[in-house]
């Protein structure tokens, strides 16, 4: 960016606006080559089928800083031009902000499924426990479906030219919503299974992770009041026995 800053200070012919649009232009296209060699389609789908989706969440969230702190540059550079540089931010970037967004899409994608993940372990207790656990047992099953069949894509979902993927990953989201609201219903019904306070937050602790998806958290918002209700009741015993105690000893 500093070379690119002399030659606008001292060229005599590279110091337009046309031309320091195409050389920001080549840019991006470099960078997003770079990202594309370094994390491609077959890679994430590689990392998902071996089970680990962790890795090319990092890899994707790598690709997002680096097209992040090369706008970030060229933002400063442009101030210390004092403002010259006077370019729509749109013909710059265009193409590197729709890489970036689709690297956000897949990160969504490796996010969900590490936090999804997380159901092939739950158990939950009470006297619905064996029902609602097969509950959620039934929703991990169709999630590996639906992850499963969007990873049959006969393209590189990497290449932000391929506009197929904005449908088929649509599709995908729905299916998870879905998803979501079942699992949403198992857990606020597993949540009025449970008569202590103690069985509550042990239940909402099994499903860490997944209590950030926002279907679930609208849901569970309206057993906040509930819980804090729960709570003082169990304060107010509490100090009665401290105090019942006190008056013993006394």
């Known amino acids: 960016m500093h070379t690119i800053l002399m030659i606008w200070k001292y060229s005599s012919y590279y110091n337009t606006p ?3 649009v195409v050389l920001i232009r080549e840019i991006c296209n470099a960078i997003i080559t770079q990202c594309h060699n370094f994390v491609n389609g077959d890679r994430i789908f590689e990392a998902l089928k071996g089970d680990t989706p ?4 990092a890899c994707l969230g790598t690709c997002i800083d ?3 702190q090369f706008k970030e540059a060229y933002f400063d550079y442009k101030a210390k031009s004092k403002n010259q540089w006077k370019i729509t931010t749109n013909a710059l970037f265009v193409r590197l902000d729709a890489f970036s967004e689709r690297c956000q899409d897949i990160m969504h994608l490796t996010g969900t499924i590490q936090q999804f993940n997380k159901l092939q372990k739950i158990e939950i207790g009470n006297t619905k426990g064996k029902t609602m656990t097969s509950s959620v047992t039934r929703i991990f099953e169709e999630f590996n ?3 499963e069949e969007f990873m049959t894509v006969s393209y590189d979902i990497m290449e932000i030219e391929e506009r ?3 449908d088929d990953f649509f599709k995908f989201r729905q299916r998870i919503k879905e998803l979501e609201r079942r699992l949403a219903s198992v857990l606020t019904q597993s949540f009025d299974d449970s008569d202590t306070i ?3 937050f042990k239940l909402l602790d099994s499903f860490d992770g997944l209590l950030t998806r926002q ?5 569970l918002e309206k057993k906040h009041v509930t819980l804090l209700e729960l709570y003082k009741q ?7 026995i401290f105090h019942e105690g006190r008056v013993l000893v006394e």
């Open 18 to 20: 046309a031309r320091l």
């Open 54 to 57: 962790q890795e090319a969440h």
């Open 66 to 68: 680096v097209c992040a």
């Open 145 to 147: 479906t639906a992850v």
């Open 164 to 166: 197929r993927f904005d």
């Open 198 to 200: 103690i069985g509550k």
């Open 215 to 219: 279907i679930i958290q609208d849901e």
């Open 234 to 240: 169990d304060l107010k015993i509490v100090g009665t």
